[in-house]
């Protein structure tokens, strides 16, 4: 697609369930960030993919958080039993390579909203 | 441990005049700087970035100062007009080296508003 696509863009879940947001890339991309911006802080590093491969997770929070990526496209993000501190805006971006995003920058999507209720 | 700050929650112009975001960092080993500016319900978008072996790297009304020395950069955005409206994040990189993922670390972000 044209840009980086994130599903769904808003999302209400109840304590404990488990959520599953998804991220469409930029076709051709090979790396994919997950970033989350929590209320009033600063986007916050969860992992990063290169291909299918996730070299760098040091980012995800705990081990209910997980990710997967398929056929070098899209990914999903998946948080297990969830906690009102997961309550943020999680953001995709996706680049050519990960040489350059220092130069270049990323695309980001426009995110998902989750509310754990 | 915050290695990218951004001291100033918001900031608030006149239409017209210049608008001048700063930023702080920790680490020595960034080599590259970037601005990201975002709108609400949208994603952030890629502005301006600058190497660390550059000082100042300008485009159109954006232009963006590094002084390694002070590890502090910022952003001036000249004329401001309300349009500029938006949440600025600056952003570091160490892009360079072997094994590096491009993983940027970002800063609070500041919320500028231009007033008409």
């Known amino acids: 697609g044209a840009g980086v696509s994130q599903s769904p863009s808003n999302k209400v879940t109840e304590k404990g369930k488990d959520v599953e947001l998804r991220c469409d890339p930029i076709?051709?991309?090979?790396?994919l960030y997950w970033y989350r911006q929590s209320l009033g802080q600063g986007l916050e590093f969860l992992i990063y993919?290169?291909?299918?491969?996730?070299?760098?997770k040091s980012g995800l929070p705990s081990d209910r958080f997980s990710a997967e990526r398929t056929g070098g496209s899209v990914s999903t993000l998946t948080i297990q039993r969830t906690q009102q501190e997961d309550s943020a805006v999680y953001l995709c971006?996706?680049?050519?390579?990960?040489?350059?995003?220092?130069?270049?920058?990323?695309?980001f999507g426009s995110g998902t909203r989750l509310t754990v209720v | 441990d915050q290695q990218v700050k951004q001291n100033s929650p918001s900031l608030s112009v006149q239409e017209g005049r210049i608008s001048i975001l700063n930023c702080d960092y920790t680490?020595?080993?960034?080599?590259?700087f970037l601005w990201y500016k975002k709108y609400p319900a949208e994603g952030p978008t890629f502005l301006i970035s600058?190497?660390?072996?550059?000082d100042k790297n300008e485009d159109g009304r954006f232009t963006v100062f590094l002084n390694k020395s002070a590890k502090h950069l910022s952003l001036h955005i000249v004329p401001s007009q309300p349009g500029d409206s938006a949440v600025y994040f600056c952003?570091?990189?160490?892009?360079?080296?072997?094994?590096?993922?491009?993983?940027?670390?970002f800063g609070q972000g500041t919320t500028l508003q231009v007033k008409p």
């Open positions: 076709s051709g991309h090979t790396a």
């Open positions: 993919f290169q291909g299918n491969s996730a070299p760098d």
């Open positions: 971006a996706s680049s050519l390579d990960r040489q350059g995003s220092g130069i270049y920058g990323y695309t």
């Open positions: 680490n020595s080993m960034f080599d590259y």
């Open positions: 952003a570091a990189s160490a892009d360079g080296g072997s094994g590096n993922t491009g993983k940027l670390i």
């Open positions: 600058i190497s660390s072996i550059k």
